[in-house]
């Protein structure tokens, strides 16, 4: 089901400041692009076979800005590569977690993404994303 850890999803209040370490480590931002259906603005930083993706909020009422607002900056999701969404949502489904999206989304890059309630993952918000294929 599981292919590998695709990004790990970091909420920062601005790219600009948040991607400061990340390039006093020698990392170099990629890929920033806006998801108007998320109300964020994405950049990623690639780590070996994995990716970094800082998360800033566009509007106030974004998903992303009332994490911050309520646990601060810091780590938002793990997001798990998978070949087929709807059949990895209907396998979660089957084995007890809670759905926040019952169908794929649009994410970034052209990606379908669908969400895993925290209440159901031990805390921890988690994304399934498939690649797109063309």
Avoid: W
């Avoid at 601005?14 to 991607?19: P, R, T, Y």
């Avoid at 979660?92 to 794929?104: N, Q, R, W, Y």
Wanted: net charge negative.
């Amino acid at each position: 089901m599981l292919k590998k850890i695709n990004h790990i999803g970091i909420a920062v209040k601005s790219i600009e400041s948040g991607i400061v370490p990340y390039r006093a480590l020698g990392l170099q931002p990629e890929g920033e692009e806006v998801v108007e259906e998320q109300k964020v603005k994405v950049v990623f930083l690639t780590v070996g076979e994995s990716r970094i993706e800082l998360l800033e909020p566009t509007s106030p009422d974004s998903p992303v800005a009332k994490f911050i607002e309520k646990k601060g900056e810091g780590i938002h999701h793990i997001a798990f590569q998978v070949d087929n969404i709807e059949e990895a949502l209907k396998r979660a489904e089957a084995e007890g977690l809670k759905l926040i999206d019952k169908k794929p989304r649009a994410g970034a890059h052209g990606t379908r993404i669908a969400f895993l309630h925290p209440k159901s993952t031990g805390g921890v918000l988690m994304e399934l994303c498939e690649e797109s294929h063309g």
